[in-house]
C-alpha cells in the first residue's frame, strides 16, 4: 500500500510540476474590451485567425465572431458569415482549419424557425481564404433530443462533447465519440475519473489525446466555482484522476472554456475573475469609479491566455 501511495504521489508531483507558473495575462485586451462579455475563444495554429462568442451581459445574446492578424494588426470584429440570428457559441476549429465546429439552437428544419434544444453543428471552406459555405446539422448519433455543447476533435477524428441527457453520471458529463469506418459511434461518459455526479464541460482534447483539460464546478480540488482540471492518458488507455490547474490560473471566480494552441504553447481561456476591490482607492469624481468598475478583470465574462506545457 505504501509503495502504491508514493507511486501516485510521484505522479501527482510530476504533473504538478510540469504546469505553468507564469502569471495569467488578458488576451487582446484592446480588442474586446468594449464587449459586454465574451468566452470560447478557438485559433488557428499560426495565431492568425481567432473566433469567439460575444454575449449579452446575462447571456440572453450569443454570437459568434472573429478577426484576423493581417500586416500587423487584428482586424475590426465581425460577426461571422453563419452566425448573427440563433444562438451560436463554442467554436472550434478542425487541424485543417477548413471546418469550423460550434453549438447552436438554429432549427435542423430550414422550413421552419422554430428553435430547438442546441446541438453541434459544423460549417465548411475549401480553403482558408474561402467564405464558410451552410452550416451541416451533425445529427444523430452525436446529437440528441438534449443539448450538446463545447465540441472538440482530434487527429483520429474522435469528438469530445459536453452532454446533460442520457448516459450521463450526475448532471453535465464529457462524451467522446469515437470515428470508426467514416462514422460515429454512440457517445459514451468519460471515466469518472473525470466525470461525477456534479457538473464537468468544456473540454479541451490534445490532438494526440494524450490529455483533457475540461471545467468541474464547485468540484474537490477546485477554488469553489468553475476550475480548469486535466486529466492525463495513462499507459493502458485509461483516463488518470483529473487534477486542478491550480491557484496559478484558476480563481475563485468561473473559470472555464479552455483552449490550447499547441503549436505555440499557450492556454487560453474564460474567465468571470474579478479584481474589483482589492484596492481600496478613494475616489475623487464619478470618472475615476467608472474606470475602476470598467477595468479588463470586473467580473465580466474575459478570454486569458498563459504559457502551457506538460512535456
Known amino acids: 500500500m505504501k509503495k502504491i501511495f508514493f507511486v501516485l504521489f ?7 510540476a510540469q504546469l505553468p ?4 495575462m488578458s488576451f487582446q485586451e484592446n480588442l474586446i474590451f468594449d464587449l459586454p462579455s465574451v468566452r470560447d475563444l478557438a485559433m ?54 477548413l471546418r469550423l465546429y460550434f453549438a447552436s439552437n438554429r432549427p435542423t428544419n430550414v422550413s421552419t424557425d422554430t428553435l430547438v434544444d ?37 487527429l483520429s477524428g474522435n469528438l469530445y462533447f459536453t452532454g446533460g441527457g442520457e448516459g450521463t453520471k450526475g448532471k453535465d458529463d464529457i462524451f467522446m465519440s469515437e470515428w470508426v469506418n467514416g462514422k ?12 461525477s455526479e456534479g457538473y464537468e464541460f468544456n473540454a479541451f482534447i490534445a490532438p494526440d489525446e494524450s490529455y483533457l483539460l475540461f471545467t468541474g464546478y464547485n468540484r474537490t480540488g477546485g477554488q469553489g466555482s468553475g476550475d480548469l482540471f486535466i486529466s492525463k492518458k495513462m499507459e493502458d488507455g485509461k483516463w488518470g484522476q483529473a487534477e486542478s490547474l491550480g491557484t496559478e490560473i484558476n480563481s475563485k471566480q468561473m473559470d472555464y472554456c479552455p483552449f490550447v494552441n499547441t503549436t505555440t504553447n499557450e492556454l487560453f481561456f474564460t474567465s468571470k475573475r474579478n479584481s474589483l ?8 469624481n464619478l470618472n475615476q469609479l467608472l474606470k475602476e ?10 478570454l486569458y491566455r498563459t504559457p502551457f506545457s506538460i512535456d
Not at 48 to 62: A, N, W
Not at 184 to 195: G, H, M
Open 10 to 16: 510521484l505522479l501527482s508531483f510530476q504533473l504538478h
Open 21 to 24: 507558473t507564469t502569471k495569467v
Open 44 to 97: 488557428s495554429k499560426k495565431g492568425d485567425e481567432i473566433y469567439f462568442t460575444v454575449q449579452g451581459y446575462q447571456g440572453e445574446l450569443s454570437t459568434i465572431v472573429y478577426s484576423k492578424f493581417i500586416q500587423g494588426k487584428w482586424n475590426t470584429l465581425a460577426i461571422a458569415s453563419f452566425s448573427g440570428k440563433y444562438d451560436d457559441l463554442e467554436p472550434f476549429l478542425s487541424n485543417d482549419e
Open 118 to 154: 442546441f446541438d453541434i453543428w459544423y460549417v465548411e471552406r475549401k480553403s482558408i481564404h474561402d467564405p464558410w459555405l451552410r452550416p451541416i446539422n451533425m445529427g444523430a448519433p452525436v446529437n440528441t433530443s438534449q443539448d450538446e455543447f463545447y465540441p472538440c476533435i482530434t
Open 184 to 195: 460515429f459511434t454512440v457517445p459514451v461518459s468519460l471515466d469518472t475519473t473525470i466525470n
Open 277 to 284: 476591490g482589492a484596492r481600496k482607492n478613494e475616489f475623487k
Open 293 to 302: 468598475m470598467n477595468s479588463f478583470s470586473n467580473g465580466l465574462s474575459r
